[in-house]
Protein backbone atom coordinates (compact mmCIF):
# COMPACT_ATOMS: atom_id res chain seq x y z
CA UNK A 1 0.00 0.00 0.00
CA UNK A 2 1.27 3.86 -1.05
CA UNK A 3 1.16 6.13 2.13
CA UNK A 4 2.20 10.01 1.80
CA UNK A 5 3.62 12.76 4.28
CA UNK A 6 3.82 16.23 4.15
CA UNK A 7 5.91 17.60 6.40
CA UNK A 8 4.50 20.99 7.87
CA UNK A 9 0.83 21.99 7.88
CA UNK A 10 1.68 25.33 7.67
CA UNK A 11 4.46 27.10 5.93
CA UNK A 12 5.68 31.03 5.74
CA UNK A 13 7.71 32.58 3.52
CA UNK A 14 8.48 35.46 2.42
CA UNK A 15 7.79 37.20 -1.30
CA UNK A 16 10.66 36.88 -3.55
CA UNK A 17 12.23 33.82 -1.22
CA UNK A 18 12.53 30.06 -1.91
CA UNK A 19 9.62 27.88 -1.38
CA UNK A 20 10.78 24.20 -0.20
CA UNK A 21 7.08 22.00 0.59
CA UNK A 22 8.21 18.75 1.63
CA UNK A 23 6.51 15.03 0.61
CA UNK A 24 7.77 11.45 1.31
CA UNK A 25 6.11 8.89 0.18
CA UNK A 26 6.34 4.98 0.97
CA UNK A 27 5.48 2.44 -1.48
CA UNK A 28 6.14 -1.38 -2.31
CA UNK A 29 6.69 -0.66 -5.81
CA UNK A 30 7.83 2.29 -8.05
CA UNK A 31 5.90 5.09 -7.30
CA UNK A 32 3.84 7.62 -9.51
CA UNK A 33 4.14 10.41 -7.54
CA UNK A 34 2.11 13.90 -7.85
CA UNK A 35 1.54 17.93 -6.49
CA UNK A 36 -1.44 19.18 -6.67
CA UNK A 37 -2.43 22.84 -5.46
CA UNK A 38 -6.02 24.12 -4.31
CA UNK A 39 -6.27 27.21 -4.59
CA UNK A 40 -9.53 29.03 -1.96
CA UNK A 41 -12.89 28.42 -2.85
CA UNK A 42 -11.68 26.49 -5.84
CA UNK A 43 -10.97 22.82 -7.13
CA UNK A 44 -7.31 20.95 -6.80
CA UNK A 45 -5.23 22.16 -9.99
CA UNK A 46 -2.28 19.26 -10.93
CA UNK A 47 0.71 21.32 -10.74
CA UNK A 48 3.28 18.46 -11.63
CA UNK A 49 3.39 14.90 -11.87
CA UNK A 50 6.82 12.14 -11.53
CA UNK A 51 6.31 9.03 -13.87
CA UNK A 52 10.23 8.39 -14.29
CA UNK A 53 11.39 9.93 -17.38
CA UNK A 54 13.32 12.61 -15.34
CA UNK A 55 13.80 12.64 -11.70
CA UNK A 56 13.28 16.60 -12.17
CA UNK A 57 10.06 17.76 -12.73
CA UNK A 58 9.21 21.47 -14.01
CA UNK A 59 5.24 22.07 -13.49
CA UNK A 60 3.05 25.26 -13.75
CA UNK A 61 3.84 28.23 -12.29
CA UNK A 62 7.98 28.12 -12.02
CA UNK A 63 7.45 24.95 -9.63
CA UNK A 64 9.37 22.36 -9.89
CA UNK A 65 10.01 18.54 -7.98
CA UNK A 66 12.98 16.64 -7.57
CA UNK A 67 12.50 12.21 -7.19
CA UNK A 68 14.97 11.18 -5.13
CA UNK A 69 14.34 7.67 -4.09
CA UNK A 70 17.28 7.02 -1.85
CA UNK A 71 15.35 10.05 0.37
CA UNK A 72 11.81 8.57 -0.63
CA UNK A 73 11.34 12.01 -1.18
CA UNK A 74 9.72 14.37 -3.57
CA UNK A 75 10.16 17.91 -2.26
CA UNK A 76 8.47 20.46 -4.19
CA UNK A 77 9.96 23.73 -4.64
CA UNK A 78 10.02 27.36 -6.30
CA UNK A 79 13.10 29.50 -6.49
CA UNK A 80 11.19 33.11 -5.71
CA UNK A 81 7.23 33.11 -4.45
CA UNK A 82 4.92 35.30 -5.24
CA UNK A 83 1.49 36.53 -3.58
CA UNK A 84 -0.38 34.34 -5.78
CA UNK A 85 1.68 31.49 -4.04
CA UNK A 86 -0.71 31.17 -1.33
CA UNK A 87 -2.85 28.32 -1.62
CA UNK A 88 -2.56 24.75 -0.15
CA UNK A 89 -0.76 22.30 -1.98
CA UNK A 90 -1.09 18.24 -2.21
CA UNK A 91 1.12 15.64 -2.67
CA UNK A 92 -0.05 12.21 -3.66
CA UNK A 93 1.48 8.69 -4.76
CA UNK A 94 -0.09 5.74 -6.70
CA UNK A 95 2.00 2.48 -7.54
CA UNK A 96 3.13 2.62 -10.91
CA UNK A 97 2.39 -0.39 -13.59
CA UNK A 98 -0.86 -0.88 -12.02
CA UNK A 99 -3.47 1.22 -14.28
CA UNK A 100 -6.01 0.08 -11.40
CA UNK A 101 -4.59 1.71 -8.68
CA UNK A 102 -5.93 4.25 -6.98
CA UNK A 103 -4.16 7.52 -5.70
CA UNK A 104 -3.26 8.62 -1.76
CA UNK A 105 -2.95 12.19 -0.45
CA UNK A 106 -0.81 13.68 1.97
CA UNK A 107 -2.32 16.31 4.47
CA UNK A 108 -1.32 19.16 2.62
CA UNK A 109 0.62 21.99 3.11
CA UNK A 110 -0.81 25.60 3.68
CA UNK A 111 1.68 28.00 1.96
CA UNK A 112 1.66 31.35 3.62
CA UNK A 113 3.58 34.20 1.65
CA UNK A 114 4.64 37.50 3.73
CA UNK A 115 4.64 40.79 2.32
CA UNK B 1 -10.96 24.10 -16.34
CA UNK B 2 -10.62 20.57 -16.25
CA UNK B 3 -13.97 19.46 -17.96
CA UNK B 4 -15.84 17.99 -14.90
CA UNK B 5 -18.76 19.10 -13.89
CA UNK B 6 -20.63 18.30 -9.93
CA UNK B 7 -23.61 19.27 -9.27
CA UNK B 8 -24.75 20.90 -7.01
CA UNK B 9 -22.11 22.96 -5.70
CA UNK B 10 -23.46 23.34 -2.01
CA UNK B 11 -26.23 20.90 -0.36
CA UNK B 12 -27.64 21.72 3.03
CA UNK B 13 -29.92 18.78 4.11
CA UNK B 14 -31.11 18.02 7.65
CA UNK B 15 -29.85 15.00 9.63
CA UNK B 16 -31.66 11.96 8.72
CA UNK B 17 -32.37 12.63 4.91
CA UNK B 18 -31.09 11.29 1.59
CA UNK B 19 -28.57 13.33 -0.82
CA UNK B 20 -27.32 12.61 -4.19
CA UNK B 21 -24.97 13.76 -5.88
CA UNK B 22 -23.85 13.98 -9.64
CA UNK B 23 -20.45 13.97 -11.29
CA UNK B 24 -20.00 13.87 -15.18
CA UNK B 25 -16.46 13.71 -16.41
CA UNK B 26 -15.24 14.41 -19.79
CA UNK B 27 -15.43 11.30 -22.07
CA UNK B 28 -11.82 10.36 -22.50
CA UNK B 29 -12.07 9.69 -18.58
CA UNK B 30 -12.77 6.22 -18.43
CA UNK B 31 -11.93 5.81 -14.65
CA UNK B 32 -13.86 8.20 -12.40
CA UNK B 33 -13.14 8.26 -8.30
CA UNK B 34 -14.73 9.92 -5.68
CA UNK B 35 -12.97 11.55 -2.33
CA UNK B 36 -13.80 13.32 0.54
CA UNK B 37 -12.03 16.44 1.90
CA UNK B 38 -12.64 17.74 5.04
CA UNK B 39 -11.44 21.18 6.67
CA UNK B 40 -7.55 21.18 6.99
CA UNK B 41 -7.69 17.17 5.28
CA UNK B 42 -6.42 16.29 2.38
CA UNK B 43 -8.67 14.40 -0.39
CA UNK B 44 -10.14 10.77 1.01
CA UNK B 45 -10.42 8.00 -1.76
CA UNK B 46 -13.99 6.65 -1.24
CA UNK B 47 -14.41 4.95 -4.48
CA UNK B 48 -13.44 4.09 -7.81
CA UNK B 49 -14.66 2.86 -11.33
CA UNK B 50 -13.17 1.64 -14.54
CA UNK B 51 -16.18 2.40 -16.62
CA UNK B 52 -19.34 0.97 -15.26
CA UNK B 53 -17.47 -1.13 -12.74
CA UNK B 54 -16.67 -0.11 -9.37
CA UNK B 55 -13.46 -1.73 -8.11
CA UNK B 56 -12.57 -0.83 -5.04
CA UNK B 57 -14.30 1.44 -2.65
CA UNK B 58 -12.95 2.44 0.92
CA UNK B 59 -13.31 0.56 4.41
CA UNK B 60 -14.26 3.46 5.47
CA UNK B 61 -17.50 4.02 3.64
CA UNK B 62 -20.47 2.88 5.53
CA UNK B 63 -23.43 1.26 4.41
CA UNK B 64 -25.04 4.52 4.04
CA UNK B 65 -22.69 5.44 0.72
CA UNK B 66 -23.42 4.03 -2.39
CA UNK B 67 -22.20 4.99 -6.37
CA UNK B 68 -22.97 3.96 -9.48
CA UNK B 69 -21.62 4.87 -13.11
CA UNK B 70 -24.44 3.63 -15.39
CA UNK B 71 -23.30 3.30 -18.72
CA UNK B 72 -19.64 4.46 -17.73
CA UNK B 73 -20.46 7.84 -18.08
CA UNK B 74 -21.82 10.13 -15.22
CA UNK B 75 -21.94 9.24 -11.74
CA UNK B 76 -23.97 9.71 -8.34
CA UNK B 77 -22.89 9.33 -5.18
CA UNK B 78 -25.97 8.90 -2.57
CA UNK B 79 -25.99 8.97 1.24
CA UNK B 80 -28.68 8.00 3.21
CA UNK B 81 -30.03 9.11 6.40
CA UNK B 82 -27.29 11.73 6.74
CA UNK B 83 -25.33 12.16 9.70
CA UNK B 84 -23.72 15.47 10.70
CA UNK B 85 -20.05 13.94 10.32
CA UNK B 86 -21.39 13.47 6.37
CA UNK B 87 -20.76 17.33 6.05
CA UNK B 88 -17.69 17.67 4.03
CA UNK B 89 -16.70 18.39 0.52
CA UNK B 90 -17.06 15.95 -1.85
CA UNK B 91 -14.97 15.52 -5.19
CA UNK B 92 -15.19 13.96 -8.07
CA UNK B 93 -12.10 13.08 -10.24
CA UNK B 94 -11.53 12.02 -13.71
CA UNK B 95 -8.59 9.93 -15.10
CA UNK B 96 -7.70 8.82 -18.31
CA UNK B 97 -6.42 5.49 -19.72
CA UNK B 98 -2.81 5.88 -19.25
CA UNK B 99 -1.06 4.05 -15.65
CA UNK B 100 0.73 7.43 -14.85
CA UNK B 101 -2.74 9.39 -16.02
CA UNK B 102 -3.29 12.21 -13.11
CA UNK B 103 -6.93 13.40 -11.75
CA UNK B 104 -8.55 16.00 -12.76
CA UNK B 105 -10.93 17.12 -10.31
CA UNK B 106 -14.52 19.21 -10.58
CA UNK B 107 -14.94 21.90 -7.83
CA UNK B 108 -16.78 19.75 -5.90
CA UNK B 109 -19.79 19.90 -4.04
CA UNK B 110 -19.78 20.94 0.00
CA UNK B 111 -22.35 18.78 1.93
CA UNK B 112 -23.53 20.69 5.31
CA UNK B 113 -26.02 18.36 7.93
CA UNK B 114 -27.53 20.20 10.38
Known amino acids: AQSVTQLGSHVSVSEGALVLLRCNYS??????LFWYVQYPNQGLQLLLK??????LVKGINGFEAEFKKSETSFHLTKPSAHMSDAAEYFC?????????????FGKGTRLHILP | DTGVSQNPRHKITKRGQNVTFRCDPISEHNRLYWYRQTLGQGPEFLTYFQNEAQLEKSRLLSDRFSAERPKGSFSTLEIQRTEQGDSAMYLC????????????FGNGTRLTVT
Open chain 1, 27 to 32: SSVPPY
Open chain 2, 93 to 104: AGRGESPNSPLH
Open chain 1, 50 to 55: YTSAAT
Open chain 1, 92 to 104: AVSASGNRDDKII
